[in-house]
């Protein structure tokens, strides 16, 4: 490893962060982060057990009061200070990024950088939180009085694919609202959040609002949390089949819950669409984090007039994609994030294939150290095919022909999914037409991406409920009080 890997590895503190403190777990263990891209241990962390959690817990709630109580605008500095640094050390944050995670380090760092503008964002909505006062409707002297306040301690809980960006569009709301929180990333990435933990303990941040949990078994050390009475809400971000776990779970005590879970992105060109920015869009929409993305453009459903011309142009660009280490800059796709995933995305690839897609292009893992996949591109995928129904997370795309609208509205729509959909036509009636009929939280027209810190981001159907980002996303963390007021 060269000079400036160890050395940005080596500025994390690799233990949990309870109470304002850095402490290693209580039974001394530890879990080792992994180079996705070699399969050799960076460091070891902290391996959190439920005494660590309850502690961190303990230290959230005992933060609280005095937490809620602070001026807005100090909780919208101290994010405001954890922006700049953010944007200062981008450079070394992406290459830590890139080590634990795998993608290239370009799309790391721009992924710094979107984490930065959720406190940015949150920053100014600190100050922005509002109440209502009025007349009671019958009653002239009788006052309503509405106002908003601290949902409380939260439990919040993030993936591996985006290791920052998940934890600020949490992170950011909560402190803006005077939440205090424990967090814990998942076990494959937890070097970015704990970055993230020392430079929010250096702008500023009390002791106990923001405690980390990193661990190897989430679910025994979360469990107790979500059901403990000191907790007042759980915002989780992960897979719908976890997703359905944690909220039986919160089903016990009816906390508060926020659900960002898995998609099955719908990306649809009509024959009216410019082909070649469709192609521009579909390769964001498809390769960014390696595919491994919810918002990732899951099937590509397209007029059948134009689907040959896009799925060879598609293919001829995903072929050109450089494969490799993240570290090297020339690299356009990392590795996945393990053997397991890759080997999900393989079972996909050939199922599709055996029921009769072509492979355009790719359609194999690649061979040494490393979880590389092919970038791949199949044409005439078969409706029975299992990748039109399941995430496949991975740099694969499959093109399958439509002839109506309605058609392609009906295939778009065939999902349990609902987080995202792709829309590419010139025809602005028709794009009105589609989207209000897209069973989706949101939707990217003539555009591969839709992430943007001041836009409400979230899904419907199994996707899950919540919107993180926009003037939406601090909502989740405050609570509505009505005061019935008597001036008679
Ligand atoms: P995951 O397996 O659901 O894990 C997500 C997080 O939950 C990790 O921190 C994980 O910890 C933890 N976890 C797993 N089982 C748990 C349990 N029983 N109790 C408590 N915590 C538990 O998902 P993933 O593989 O990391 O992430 C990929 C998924 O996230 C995809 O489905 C993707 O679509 C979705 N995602 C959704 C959005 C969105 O905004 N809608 C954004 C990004 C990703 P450990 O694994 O470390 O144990």
Same mark, same amino acid.
């Given at each position: 490893?060269?000079?400036?890997?160890?050395?940005?590895?080596?500025?994390?503190?690799?233990?949990?962060?309870?109470?304002?403190?850095?402490?290693?777990?209580?039974?001394?263990?530890?879990?080792?982060?992994?180079?996705?891209?070699?399969?050799?241990?960076?460091?070891?962390?902290?391996?959190?057990?439920?005494?660590?959690?309850?502690?961190?817990?303990?230290?959230?709630?005992?933060?609280?009061?005095?937490?809620?109580?602070?001026?807005?605008?100090?909780?919208?500095?101290?994010?405001?200070?954890?922006?700049?640094?953010?944007?200062?050390?981008?450079?070394?944050?992406?290459?830590?990024?890139?080590?634990?995670?795998?993608?290239?380090?370009?799309?790391?760092?721009?992924?710094?950088?979107?984490?930065?503008?959720?406190?940015?964002?949150? *920053?100014?909505?600190?100050?922005?939180?509002?109440?209502?006062?009025?007349?009671?409707?019958?009653?002239?002297?009788?006052?309503?009085?509405?106002?908003?306040?601290?949902?409380?301690?939260? +439990?919040?809980?993030?993936?591996?694919?985006?290791?920052?960006?998940?934890?600020?569009?949490?992170?950011?709301?909560?402190?803006?609202?005077?939440?205090?929180?424990?967090?814990?990333?998942?076990?494959?990435?937890?070097?970015?959040?704990?970055?993230? *933990?020392?430079?929010?303990?250096?702008?500023?941040?009390?002791?106990?609002?923001?405690?980390?949990?990193?661990?190897?078994?989430?679910?025994? $050390?979360?469990?107790?949390?979500?059901?403990?009475?000191?907790?007042?809400?759980?915002?989780?971000?992960?897979?719908?089949?976890?997703?359905?776990?944690?909220?039986?779970?919160?089903?016990?005590?009816?906390?508060? +819950?926020?659900?960002?879970?898995?998609?099955?992105?719908?990306?649809?060109?009509?024959?009216? %669409?410019?082909?070649?920015? *469709?192609?521009?869009?579909?390769?964001?929409?498809?390769?960014?984090?390696?595919?491994?993305?919810?918002?990732?453009?899951?099937?590509?459903?397209?007029?059948?007039?134009?689907?040959?011309?896009? %799925?060879?142009?598609?293919?001829?660009?995903?072929?050109?994609?450089?494969?490799?280490?993240?570290?090297?800059?020339?690299?356009?796709?990392?590795?996945?994030?393990?053997?397991?995933?890759?080997?999900?995305?393989?079972?996909?690839?050939?199922?599709?294939?055996?029921?009769?897609?072509?492979?355009?292009?790719?359609?194999?893992?690649?061979?040494?150290?490393? =979880?590389? =996949?092919?970038?791949?591109?199949?044409?005439?995928?078969?409706?029975?095919?299992?990748?039109?129904?399941?995430?496949?997370?991975?740099?694969? %795309?499959?093109?399958?022909?439509?002839?109506?609208?309605?058609?392609? $509205?009906?295939?778009?729509?065939?999902?349990?999914?609902?987080?995202?959909?792709?829309? =590419?036509?010139?025809?602005?009636?028709? *794009?009105?037409?589609?989207?209000?009929?897209?069973?989706?939280?949101?939707?990217?027209?003539?555009?591969?991406?839709?992430?943007?810190?001041?836009?409400?981001?979230?899904?419907?159907?199994?996707?899950?409920?919540?919107?993180?980002?926009?003037?939406?996303?601090?909502?989740? =963390?405050?609570?509505?009080?009505?005061?019935?007021?008597?001036?008679?």
């Amino acid at each position: 490893m060269a000079t400036t890997e160890q050395s940005v590895v080596d500025a994390v503190r690799p233990q949990l962060f309870i109470g304002g403190e850095w402490r290693d777990a209580g039974a001394g263990g530890t879990l080792p982060v992994e180079d996705p891209s070699t399969g050799e241990t960076l460091v070891e962390v902290a391996d959190g057990q439920p005494e660590d959690a309850d502690a961190a817990l303990a230290a959230a709630a005992g933060a609280q009061d005095e937490w809620a109580a602070t001026a807005p605008r100090e909780r919208g500095e101290i994010l405001r200070r954890a922006y700049e640094k953010l944007v200062e050390r981008a450079d070394d944050l992406a290459l830590l990024m890139t080590l634990e995670m795998g993608k290239p380090v370009a799309e790391s760092k721009t992924e710094i950088l979107y984490a930065a503008d959720f406190l940015h964002w949150f *920053a100014g909505e600190a100050t922005r939180v509002e109440g209502r006062f009025g007349i009671a409707e019958k009653a002239p002297g009788q006052r309503v009085l509405v106002m908003k306040q601290p949902v409380g301690p939260c +439990v919040l809980i993030t993936p591996w694919n985006f290791p920052m960006a998940m934890g600020t569009r949490k992170i950011g709301p909560a402190i803006a609202a005077g939440c205090t929180m424990v967090i814990k990333p998942a076990k494959q990435t937890p070097l970015s959040m704990l970055a993230l *933990a020392q430079i929010l303990e250096e702008s500023g941040l009390p002791g106990g609002v923001l405690n980390v949990l990193t661990a190897k078994s989430s679910g025994s $050390i979360m469990e107790p949390l979500i059901k403990d009475p000191r907790t007042r809400k759980l915002s989780f971000t992960g897979s719908t089949e976890v997703g359905r776990t944690l909220m039986q779970q919160a089903s016990e005590q009816l906390l508060r +819950v926020s659900m960002e879970l898995g998609g099955n992105a719908p990306f649809l060109i009509f024959d009216d %669409a410019d082909v070649d920015a *469709a192609v521009e869009g579909a390769l964001i929409a498809k390769m960014r984090n390696v595919g491994e993305a919810c918002t990732a453009a899951n099937r590509f459903h397209v007029a059948e007039g134009v689907a040959d011309a896009f %799925a060879s142009k598609l293919a001829a660009k995903m072929g050109e994609m450089k494969v490799g280490r993240g570290t090297d800059p020339a690299v356009k796709v990392g590795p996945l994030i393990d053997d397991d995933q890759r080997g999900k995305v393989d079972e996909l690839v050939q199922d599709a294939a055996g029921k009769g897609a072509k492979v355009l292009v790719g359609g194999s893992r690649l061979d040494g150290a490393g =979880y590389f =996949y092919e970038p791949t591109v199949l044409s005439d995928v078969g409706e029975d095919a299992r990748m039109l129904k399941e995430e496949i997370f991975g740099p694969v %795309a499959p093109v399958r022909g439509f002839g109506s609208e309605d058609e392609a $509205i009906a295939a778009a729509n065939d999902t349990e999914y609902g987080l995202v959909a792709y829309v =590419y036509t010139s025809d602005l009636k028709r *794009a009105f037409r589609v989207i209000e009929r897209l069973q989706t939280g949101m939707v990217g027209l003539n555009q591969g991406m839709v992430s943007n810190a001041s836009a409400p981001f979230g899904g419907v159907k199994q996707s899950g409920f919540g919107r993180e980002g926009g003037r939406e996303g601090i909502q989740e =963390y405050l609570e509505t009080k009505y005061v019935a007021m008597n001036l008679g």
